[in-house]
């Protein structure tokens, strides 16, 4: 046994506390030190890992195979990865857990929506690629110099109020595509409409009066084709507009907002 004198007992206990708070300090750098890189090993591990096909898997799982994922990739945000599925996105984290399902990316430093530009992006399309304008019931007004395509229903309310603006739209030609899906007669009254010796008269008349053609529209027309290529381009309702540049447009549009979007997305426009 080793002997210990009273000033031994008296210093020892000090000593013992300090090595003792020094030693926790060191443990607890330690442990933080460990925690660090392992956290750090973990996101490096994830961002080494490509979570696209476990996104796709859990995305398609939640929806019960009805509606195929077409497209992921990466947003601004860290972690957070767009998910398109038909013509919307929803956003999901690299767990592919967790999901956004309804929500709006906003930048707010540029106050820009990215998640209605990502969609206009993604609907754009080729106007002289996509479109087989032989197909369309073509009208010109004045030199025709500007240029649309719309896709119509003959029962659609929204596609009367439009075609009463572009009619009187100045130096436009504009490109219909039939398209019958509001109604179970939509189809019988494209088919008359195309079977007209006018089709230019016979469609305004029918969509502005609701005047229906005097045949019988047993001709020989490309509505399954029509019909075809508005599910190809993802049109999902009517009237939906192409202009020039390819910008999709649903819904109607006053003579006042058709001339802006003219103007911005003809040739030589901003868009």
């Known amino acids: 046994m080793i002997p210990i004198d009273r000033e031994t007992r008296l210093v020892r206990p000090a000593q013992s506390r300090l090595a003792a708070r020094t030693l926790g300090a060191l443990l607890s750098v330690a442990v933080v030190t460990v925690l660090m890189l392992a956290v750090l090993g973990s996101s490096a591990a994830q961002a080494q890992r490509d979570p696209t096909q476990a996104i796709r898997e859990a995305v398609e799982k939640w929806l019960k195979g009805r509606y195929p994922v077409e497209t992921i990739r990466r947003t601004p945000l860290d972690n957070l990865y767009e998910v398109q599925i038909g013509t919307d996105l929803i956003y999901v984290d690299q767990t592919a857990r967790y999901a956004f399902i309804e929500g709006q990316m906003v ?22 690629k996509d479109l087989p304008l032989e197909l369309a019931i073509k009208q010109v007004n004045g030199t025709g110099k500007r240029v649309l395509a719309v896709f119509e229903d003959p029962n659609c309310t929204y596609c009367r109020k439009l075609r009463r603006e572009l009619v009187n739209v100045k130096d436009l030609t504009i490109y219909t595509f039939a398209f019958p899906i509001l109604a179970p007669d939509s189809e019988t009254k494209s088919r008359q409409a195309l079977c007209a010796k006018d089709r230019v008269t016979a469609w305004n008349e029918l969509m502005i009066s609701g005047k229906v053609p005097d045949n019988d529209g047993s001709c020989a027309t490309a509505i399954d084709k029509l019909s075809e290529l508005g599910r190809k381009l993802k049109v999902t309702g009517t009237p939906t507009i192409f202009f020039a540049n390819g910008k999709r447009v649903p819904g109607a549009l006053s003579i006042q907002q058709l001339e802006q979007a003219l103007r911005e997305n003809s040739p030589g426009g901003p868009g």
Request: glycine share 4%; proline share 0%; no cysteine.
């Open 107 to 128: 930048d707010l430093r540029d106050n820009k929506n990215l998640t209605q530009g990502r969609i206009e992006e993604l609907l754009r399309i080729d106007f002289k």
